[in-house]
């Protein structure tokens, strides 16, 4: 697929809005899967081009977390292993399934991360659960992950605070090392298939790198009252679109 000088624009700029969104809280996908389907992508197209730049920025975020010292890797080992192995399973079924069928999903799933970000749900600390119910957990989060990555930081962190008892900051910091992990098999899974587009993998991956370094900055400023609303308008509009409804 070749760009137009302005949709490279457009896409690193898009992707340094969803970079920051990611670090800070999550939901970036749910930003620059609809821009890769306006762009004339088909959805499962769409939705492993867009691997490339998650992968990029999460390793960039996680380098900028891990030199602050909040991010215990020794502690990460049960979720990220049982995370990949969802993610495995997630991925192929992104590949195999209707183009059509798939935009419709990436719809409802921006609605219900639309509720999410209004009901603003409260992230309490609680005691580790037992190792097997983390490992589950963690299985279906990453199954989610490798079929559709979109928003589930949001999910991340509710396992890794409420099932782990990891404190929000430290577990912001693991959320982004589990994304750059489990997403490489995935990534695997839809460069072997042959459906990433590289041109506009690369200019979203340089926007949302950049992204990540900025979204480490903002994460205990103002950052998550920006992240909800950009998420509210520009979610809304985009699920109503891919859904037909106007």
């Known amino acids: 697929?070749?760009?137009?000088?302005l949709q490279v624009a457009l896409l690193f700029g898009v992707?340094?809005?969803?970079?920051?969104?990611?670090?800070?809280a999550g939901g970036g996908?749910?930003?620059t899967l609809p821009a890769l389907i306006f762009l004339g992508m088909p959805a499962p197209v769409a939705n492993a081009t867009n691997r490339v730049g998650v992968f990029l920025q999460s390793l960039t975020a996680t380098h900028q977390f891990a030199r602050r010292g909040m991010l215990p890797f020794r502690q990460a080992l049960l979720p990220v292993v049982a995370?990949?192995?969802?993610?495995?399973?997630?991925?192929?079924?992104g590949v195999v399934l209707d183009a059509q069928l798939f935009k419709q999903v990436i719809g409802g799933a921006m609605l219900v991360?639309?509720?999410?970000?209004?009901?603003?749900?409260?992230l309490d600390v609680?005691?580790?659960q037992p190792a097997w119910v983390q490992a589950v957990a963690f299985f279906f989060v990453g199954v989610y992950g490798g079929f559709l990555q979109a928003g589930v930081g949001f999910f991340l962190l509710f396992a890794l605070v409420g099932l782990s008892g990891w404190a929000l900051v430290p577990a912001n910091g693991a959320k982004s090392f589990l994304v750059a992990v489990f997403t490489v098999p995935a990534l695997l899974i839809f460069v072997f298939s042959d459906l990433i587009q590289w041109a506009p993998a690369a200019a979203l991956a340089a926007g949302s790198s950049v992204g990540a370094w900025l979204g480490t900055k903002m994460a205990v400023g103002w950052?998550?009252?920006f992240v909800r609303v950009v998420l509210v308008v520009m979610v809304s509009g985009s699920a109503t679109r891919l859904l037909g409804l106007w």
């Open 1 to 5: 697929m070749t760009l137009e000088p």
């Open 15 to 24: 992707g340094l809005l969803a970079g920051a969104i990611n670090t800070i």
């Open 29 to 31: 996908s749910l930003i």
């Open 83 to 93: 995370a990949c192995l969802g993610a495995a399973g997630g991925a192929g079924l």
């Open 113 to 122: 991360m639309l509720v999410l970000v209004f009901a603003k749900p409260k």
């Open 126 to 128: 609680r005691p580790a």
């Open 223 to 225: 950052g998550p009252k």
